[in-house]
């Protein structure tokens, strides 16, 4: 039963370390994408303008969901007891 909780807690490390740089990669990207779609044609640039939104987006919620990664555990182990 330890070794459980040590491979789960050591997942939920590793993705602790990552969400912050995820979000961010998103973020830049979206931003990146929804600037190249200007340079598209109107039949395409609404295209580009929503994957860069949908980025953007995914990033702030990926953002969100680490800042509030703890909080959510802590939540849910007392609801469990």
Do not use: C, H
Not at 15 to 30: K, Q
Not at 41 to 65: D, E, K, T, Y
């Amino acid at each position: 039963m330890a070794g459980i909780v040590n491979l789960i807690s050591g997942i939920k490390d590793t993705l602790l370390s990552l969400g912050p740089n995820i979000a961010v990669i998103l973020i830049v990207l979206g931003g990146i994408v929804y600037g190249v779609s200007y340079t598209q044609p109107a039949s395409q640039r609404g295209q580009w303008q929503s994957i860069g939104i949908g980025l953007f987006i995914g990033g702030v919620i990926v953002a969100a969901l680490t800042g509030a990664a703890e909080m959510i555990a802590s939540t849910s182990q007392t609801l469990l007891v």
